[in-house]
């Protein structure tokens, strides 16, 4: 089962953390018990995704505790899943006014910020967030959004804050691949960049699929044809062990399909490719049928 962290799309990872974020903080003390209670039945339906009992449990909190500051990130993050954006900034920002857990509210209004292609606050938030408390988790996002703003030096500086201060497999991936897409879109002094950061998410982290992929890339464009393929097939092994031992929640194994898909394609095997994306492509619309029928 671990290696699967280290498969899954980070978007699917996300949704775990989110899942967690807003659940261990102690409740409202000496405010009105049936908030409380009503915070409570709005967090269970939230860890189930029945996000619009959700929100209307968090309002119901809210109405009878205005000053009620988990109510209202939780309902932040109820919106944010609903897709409802703005609303979702609303009550971030309603949290940051009644100055509670204003990391967690800052990193989340820039998740809805970056949700709405608007980086610049995005990246504003992800930093007021740090300062309140350092984290590499959101380090890496703004490293990242400083990436998608064409920012490409303020995102590895944030990449190498994060390997210097709390080094791991991830972070190593995720410079490497700035690096990689540098070197692809004008820079091929970067592929060596790239190889080393790579290499060294694999040494920390020998199951790290996507690691090997990308690492084939990078000896695909140093036309390294041998040490390519031997990545491909060995990221195709990681992908293939997981879905045969995987036993929890199938959508889990979604974007592992798609990596394992991009795997086959890349060793020539089209129909095994297009197979594997037709799987992926149908446990999608299951994934998205059952969370709309909870809505």
């Known amino acids: 089962m671990r290696p699967l962290i280290y498969i899954m799309t980070p978007v699917l990872i996300l949704t775990i953390i989110l899942a967690a974020r807003f659940v261990t903080w102690d409740a409202v003390k000496g405010e009105n018990p049936q908030a409380q209670t009503h915070v409570q039945q709005g967090t269970l339906s939230l860890r189930t995704w029945k996000i619009s009992q959700a929100i209307a449990a968090f309002t119901q909190a809210i109405e009878l505790e205005p000053r009620y500051a988990e109510a209202y990130v939780k309902r932040g993050l109820a919106y944010y899943r609903a897709g409802k954006y703005k609303a979702a900034i609303a009550d971030y920002t309603r949290t940051l006014e009644l100055k509670r857990y204003q990391a967690d509210a800052y990193a989340s ?32 996002k703004r490293a990242y959004t400083h990436f998608e703003q064409g920012d490409a030096q303020n995102a590895l500086t944030d990449y190498d804050t994060v ?48 690691a090997y992929i990308s690492r084939g890339l990078i000896h695909e464009h140093l036309e390294e044809q041998t040490p390519a393929t031997a990545d491909y097939t060995h990221a195709l092994t990681l992908f293939t062990e997981t879905i045969q031992t995987w036993q929890g929640d199938a959508n889990a194994l ?25 799987k992926a492509n149908e446990r999608v619309f299951s994934f998205f049928l059952e969370k709309v029928q909870k809505m």
């Open 109 to 140: 209004r820039a998740d809805a910020y970056r949700a709405l292609d608007d980086k610049r606050r995005a990246i504003a938030d992800y930093t007021a967030s740090v300062k309140k408390r350092w984290n590499a988790r959101v380090m890496r």
């Open 163 to 210: 390997i210097k201060r709390q080094p791991s497999a991830v972070a190593y991936y995720a410079r490497g691949n700035i690096y990689l897409q540098l070197s692809i879109q004008s820079d091929k002094d970067r592929l060596k960049l790239a190889l080393a950061d790579l290499n060294q998410a694999i040494t920390l982290e020998t199951h790290f699929a996507r």
């Open 254 to 278: 979604i974007q592992v399909r798609y990596w394992r898909a991009f795997a086959y394609q890349k060793l020539g095997e089209v129909d095994k490719a297009q197979e594997e994306i037709g």
